[in-house]
């Protein structure tokens, strides 16, 4: 069928208890006769000052209609063990697609499951502990659990996207994600999605071990047969799965002490900037006041290339959380993060955002000697002086916006999201000058492009930088496989290869159907 295309305004587009009757009705399609009018994407129109919001659908026969796809998976209760590292988007994905190729998956993780998390996550707000196996990155669901819930990618050759949203949806996610342009799921939604995704793995007959660490691998000749947990347990497997997450430092020692081939990778760092909801909103669309009952919370995206020394260093927005919150994202004592995270409503009064240089290997070659991990100890290094300029707790540095710009420390800092609470302080004395130099370069352009942007009721908050994971586990293109040693399947954000929650996704369903292939053989 045809897809078209419809105008409507924002109260038509987001009242969700009368978004299809009225598709219906502007389209003239009876409701109970033998057609269904099926949306296939929603995006809003700023350009203009009145905003649209354009409305793609198709009207299809019932008869034609392809049902969403359900949660009802095959016993695998007596198959073949496949061992999966980590029970992140990539871990979970795959040890559902295992299933659905008649393989048992065992999927093993050093966090708690994702209500005991919650615990942890309360500690490191409100008494600034940090367990180093359960906090915002370590756990079941991963670091995505407790954050926006974005489930926009550009991976779309990597896998099917809408597989991804269908299994999200038939495991509690609105079917909105479906057709909007830029889906997200919200951290008080992702919790019981997660719960819900290990109910079918477990009812199927996988196992999921929670405080469960794995201290090494068994790797003989060249072919991995299984790991060893801290509590001394050897578990054994035909392959392995390690879908670890971008954090895991400990894994990556372990690969580099096995003498496992992994590669230092560039990444990205700098800072979380937090501007009032509704200043975001008057900019993007365009409105005096508010926004109004049914815009949701406005995003931007940005990127600037700054010039450095000559060479061009790119600066752009990650992972913008229109009406969120910062939190604080470190996973072990002695080190500060931030990370961003929103509620399904978007419904806070601050908007925060990443704004991150790009760090490539010149910028590491100071680290060269710990080779394959120069960028992540790079990375831990500025992530240890912002602890320590914070007070050695997880109260954060912090610097207004303009002052920043300008080289001024901040006389007093503003109301902030951040629960650990803030500190006044210079950025420049934990961040490299190379990455001060490029974001006040790039804020600067950024006020050029969203007027009012630039501000000094905006403050930046340190330091942004698990954005991506420091190192790549290489594995061959075609098997998936690490070159050198057989059975074991580098995936997901951990190992290199995907950068959000469905590109994790699909690259665990890729990595499980690469083990199907070969366990086959």
Request: net charge neutral.
């Amino acid at each position: 069928m045809q897809v078209k295309e419809l105008i409507l305004t924002p109260e038509e587009a987001f009242d969700e208890a009368h978004l299809l009757g009225t598709l219906y009705q502007k389209l003239s399609v009876p409701q109970n006769g033998d057609l269904v009018v099926q949306p296939i994407k929603r995006s809003i129109d700023a350009r203009g000052r009145e905003i649209k919001v354009r409305m793609q659908y198709e009207v299809l026969n019932k008869k034609n209609l392809i049902p969403l796809r359900g949660k009802e998976y095959n016993s695998v209760h007596n198959k073949k063990p496949i061992l999966v590292i980590g029970s992140g988007p990539a871990g979970l994905f795959a040890a559902l697609r295992l299933i659905e190729l008649n393989y048992k998956p065992i999927v093993l993780e050093r966090g708690k499951d994702v209500q005991a998390r919650r615990r942890d996550l309360a500690a490191i707000n409100k008494d600034h502990v940090v367990n180093p196996d359960s906090n915002y990155c370590f756990g079941e669901g991963g670091a995505g659990t407790y954050s926006d819930g974005k489930l926009y990618t550009r991976s779309k050759k990597r896998g099917d996207v809408h597989r991804i949203m269908e299994i999200l949806v038939a495991h509690g996610a609105k079917d909105e994600i479906l057709y909007d342009a830029h889906p997200h799921v919200g951290t008080n939604k992702l919790p019981q999605l997660v719960a819900a995704l290990r109910e079918s793995i477990l009812a199927a007959g996988g196992e999921i071990h929670f405080n469960t660490k794995v201290t090494d691998f068994i790797i003989k000749g060249d072919t991995i047969e299984g790991i060893i947990t801290e509590k001394g347990d050897i578990i054994k497997a035909d392959a392995t799965i390690l879908a670890t997450g971008h954090s895991a430092r400990d894994i990556f020692e372990l690969l580099d002490q096995n003498k496992v081939l992994i590669e230092a990778k560039p990444f990205a760092l700098g800072v979380r900037v937090e501007h009032q909801q509704n200043l975001i909103d008057k900019i993007q669309y365009h409105c005096s006041i508010d926004r109004g009952d049914y815009l949701p919370a406005s995003a931007y995206a940005l990127v600037h290339q700054a010039s450095i020394n000559g060479k061009d260093k790119g600066v752009f927005s990650f992972c913008m959380c229109p009406g969120g919150f910062i939190v604080p994202a470190a996973t072990a004592p002695g080190e500060l993060v931030v990370n961003g995270m929103s509620p399904s409503r978007r419904d806070s009064k601050f908007a925060n955002s990443g704004i991150v240089v790009a760090i490539d290997e010149i910028d590491f070659k100071p680290y060269q000697k710990y080779g394959a991990l120069a960028a992540m100890h790079f990375q831990a290094e500025v992530e240890q002086k912002a602890w320590a300029l914070g007070g050695k707790t997880q109260t954060a540095p912090a610097q207004r916006l303009i002052d920043f710009v300008e080289k001024r420390e901040s006389s007093s800092l503003l109301d902030t999201s951040y629960q650990p609470g803030l500190v006044s302080a210079d950025m420049g004395v934990f961040l490299p000058t190379f990455v001060t130099d490029a974001l006040r370069q790039g804020f600067k352009a950024f006020g050029q492009k969203m007027k009012g942007y630039l501000t000094n009721d905006a403050q930046i908050i340190g330091v942004e930088s698990r954005t991506s994971s420091p190192v790549r586990i290489p594995r061959d293109k075609e098997s998936l496989q690490h070159p050198q040693i057989k059975n074991l399947f580098p995936c997901g954000e951990g190992a290199g290869y995907a950068g959000g929650i469905v590109s994790a996704a699909m690259d665990g369903e890729r990595c499980a159907e690469a083990v199907g292939r070969l366990v086959l053989r």
